[in-house]
């Protein structure tokens, strides 16, 4: 008798912890929320300094990632609108008419640099100076001039690292990048941009919009 007791005890027991853990925990347990993307509004261009540079890679090439970020990135709505742009000295160029956030901004590069459509490995490097409308921003970098790249040591292939004008550098997950590590002395020196985009249309050779197509 006592045997048959514990064996429905046991039983008992298996079936509240089945309950909790199926039907009560879910209901508890905080949810995990995708990052909230603002729709961009592409009735006005704005003014910004955003721009990447783009080597080792064709401009066909270059076009096609650019697409395949974009349909990929705007899949509900318009949120990133890159630009690419032949400079008068043959270096490819994209801009971002319509302004970027600093999130959206840092996976185009880690895209570029690891785009399936080459087989190279390009080198995409950016700049731009970021305001607080960034909710993933470094506190640090506000309204800081920056130049973003993914490090050569990058292992995940999720990380990229900025050097701010003034010479702090700061490695960024993109998974996560609240939790980024400042360095105070970076191996990397900051440069500053290559291009006056104020003064675009004195060295622009041809343009290209690279939009989703939805």
Known sequence: METQIMYYVFVGSLGLAAIYVFLIRPRISPQKQEPYKEPLDTS??????????????????????????????NNEYMVVY?????????????????DIDFDPFCSVINYLAYTPEVDTEPLALGWGTFGKQDEVLPQELLNKPAMVF?????ENHMQVFVIAADGIGYHIPL???KKYKAHPEPEEQYIAPPFDLALASGWERERFEVVSEE
């Open 44 to 73: 006005t261009e704005v003014p910004n300094d955003k721009q990447i540079v783009v080597s080792n890679i064709t401009q066909a090439e270059l076009r096609e990632a650019l697409a395949d970020f974009s349909e990929l990135y």
């Open 82 to 98: 890159p630009r690419l742009v032949v400079a008068n000295d043959g270096r490819l160029v994209v801009t971002f008419p319509f």
């Open 175 to 177: 998974m996560d990048p």
């Open 150 to 154: 993914v490090p050569e040591e990058d």
